[in-house]
């Protein structure tokens, strides 16, 4: 898209750009003014300014945050990675100067999540980074424990399979993931056609989930049936994987999110006992928090996850 100043030049400030990417990361001008060590006035004084440089409006303020227009979001498409490089090696200089060498490396991002996810979305999406020289320091766990762990510092970044609460947390919409009720074929030969208004027939099969309290099963079940699901598991087993895995071998039914047994499904090894026209969805959230001054390194990792989440 072309940019051009107050005189026509076609050159936009460095500066102004910079916060401008800030704010649209952050959602906020608040929580961009707090990333950026600057006054809230100081940062909605220069997207201001930005945005009578481009002529166009960069972002609808909201009662709590701002939503960023098309030309905003084409904007930090554009100018992103460039941002984030010059960032990156100003970075490297100021660790030059104070180091006893040349060979000093860029911190490693720490990125929390769930182990599922992790392993078969996240951290492929971001082996190009690694490729190219990204550090990165990866911690499986469960979503309250590492956003406690990210309020505390521990984290940079957390894929959250829940919203986070509070004001301390930045979050931004990752990815919805589809639940999906599967078993063997031999289970699905057994059972013949399910009907939503019907899961009686599951009582007589065995339930494998990840936790107790049956946490996704209850959510399919009053999403789809619209019932209380009161059947007791036969397997708890807090990995996913190992839920696929019980139930590819045939120990009973589950219910998974589609990303993680969609090979499964394609190959036969799982069956869909039922497809309703309604799925029930789970959105996942890009967790940061709201006071921490974000390195090149993170928020590269951040802009690429956003990107490639797209694609899930």
């Known amino acids: 898209m072309p940019h051009k100043n107050g005189d026509g030049s076609g050159v936009l400030d460095l500066m102004l750009l910079r916060t401008f990417l800030a704010v649209h990361?952050?959602?906020?001008?608040?929580?961009?003014?707090?990333?950026?060590?600057?006054?809230?006035?100081?940062?909605?004084g220069q997207i201001r300014a930005l945005e009578e440089q481009l002529g166009r409006p960069l972002f609808e303020r909201l009662p709590r945050g701002v939503a960023a227009t098309t030309v905003a979001d084409e904007l930090a498409a554009e100018i992103a990675v460039p941002l984030d490089r010059l960032a990156a090696v100003a970075g490297r200089g100021?660790?030059?100067?104070?180091?006893?060498?040349?060979?000093?490396?860029?911190?490693?991002?720490?990125?929390?999540?769930p182990a599922e996810l992790l392993g078969v979305r996240v951290l492929p999406a971001l082996a190009p980074l690694v490729a190219g020289g990204l550090r990165l320091r990866v911690t499986p766990g469960l979503a309250d424990d590492l956003l406690e762990g990210l309020r505390a510092g521990q984290f940079d970044l957390v894929v959250s399979a829940i919203r986070p609460r509070g004001r301390s947390i930045l979050a931004t919409p990752l990815m919805d993931e589809e639940f999906v009720l599967v078993a063997a074929p031999t289970w699905a030969?057994?059972?013949?056609?399910?009907?939503?208004?019907?899961?009686?027939?599951?009582?007589?099969?065995?339930?494998?989930?990840?936790?107790?309290d049956l946490p996704i099963a209850r959510r399919y079940w009053r999403h789809v049936f619209g019932t209380r699901l009161d059947t007791q598991a036969a397997v708890v087993v807090p990995d996913l994987r190992a839920v696929r895995a019980a139930v590819a071998a045939g120990a009973g039914f589950s219910v998974l999110p589609r990303y993680l047994c969609d090979d499964d499904l394609v190959s036969g090894t799982l069956v869909t006992l039922l497809e309703p026209e309604d799925p029930p969805l789970n959105t996942g959230f890009l967790a940061q928090r709201a006071g921490a001054r974000?390195?090149?390194?993170?928020?590269?990792?951040?802009?690429?996850?956003?990107?490639q989440a797209k694609s899930w």
């Open 25 to 44: 990361r952050a959602g906020s001008f608040t929580a961009a003014a707090r990333l950026l060590g600057l006054s809230q006035p100081a940062v909605t």
């Open 94 to 113: 100021r660790a030059a100067d104070g180091a006893a060498d040349d060979d000093v490396l860029p911190e490693p991002v720490h990125l929390g999540g």
């Open 189 to 212: 030969a057994r059972l013949g056609a399910l009907s939503a208004r019907d899961p009686g027939p599951l009582r007589t099969v065995p339930l494998i989930t990840y936790a107790e």
């Open 294 to 307: 974000a390195s090149a390194q993170v928020l590269l990792v951040r802009d690429h996850l956003l990107q």
